[in-house]
């Protein structure tokens, strides 16, 4: 595609339901990024996957995250048992290089979810 | 670990006048810089980035940022805004060790007629 895709857009759960959120990356990206905008603030960095490399999950905020890419292809992030502060905008980015350097990130619009 | 400020939450400027907007960053040594602005439902677009070189770096959209050492700054400007430029504006620093990117918390530009 022309850009970076994120399906849902929109996604209400209720606490302690598990959530699925997607991305597609543009193709030829190797490396895809999730970040977390809670209203009001900037983004927080989650995981980072590049190309067949074992991810980077050190931003994960809990175990209840977790995330998947296979190949370079799309990402899933999973929230299982949601809280309320899970609650934010989730945003996904791919770059076509990263590692050996800075390689501008491709934002998609973004999955707000909201946890009743 | 790096940090970014932006310490103005909200401007509001009319249309045809100049904008900047302030971005203060903490990092050891030379960083990656960015700015972003995100409009309603729409994704991060990246308006100009600084890596290296001539301090004051063109964009798109008519803006331009200027990296001082000195100042731990990379202030973002433009000298005429658009209605169009009504948006939330984000300043970044990038590590240069690793790939992550820290974002401060935003600027929501408004202009008025």
């Known amino acids: 595609g022309a850009g970076v895709s994120q399906s849902p857009s929109n996604k209400v759960t209720e606490k302690g339901k598990d959530v699925e959120l997607r991305c597609d990356p543009i193709s030829g990206h190797t490396a895809l990024y999730w970040y977390r905008q809670r209203l009001g603030q900037g983004l927080e960095f989650l995981i980072y996957f590049q190309g067949n490399s074992a991810p980077d999950k050190s931003g994960l905020p809990s175990d209840r995250f977790s995330a998947e890419r296979t190949g370079e292809s799309v990402s899933t992030l999973t929230i299982q048992r949601t809280q309320q502060e899970d609650s934010a905008v989730y945003l996904c980015?791919?770059?076509?290089?990263?590692?050996?350097?800075?390689?501008?990130?491709?934002f998609g619009p973004g999955t707000r979810l909201t946890v009743l | 670990a790096q940090s970014v400020t932006q310490p103005d939450i909200h401007i509001t400027v009319s249309e045809g006048a100049s904008l900047e907007l302030r971005c203060n960053y903490s990092y050891g040594a030379t960083p990656y810089l960015f700015w972003y602005v995100q409009s309603p439902g729409q994704g991060l677009q990246l308006l100009l980035k600084y890596f290296s070189g001539d301090t004051l770096v063109q964009g798109i959209k008519g803006f331009e940022a200027e990296f001082k050492r000195s100042q731990s700054s990379f202030n973002l400007r433009k000298p005429s805004v658009h209605w169009s430029d009504a948006a939330e504006y984000f300043c970044a620093v990038g590590d240069r060790i690793d790939y992550k990117l820290s974002f401060g918390a935003g600027t929501t530009v408004t202009v008025r007629a």
């Open positions: 980015a791919s770059s076509q290089l990263a590692g050996a350097g800075f390689d501008t990130q491709y």
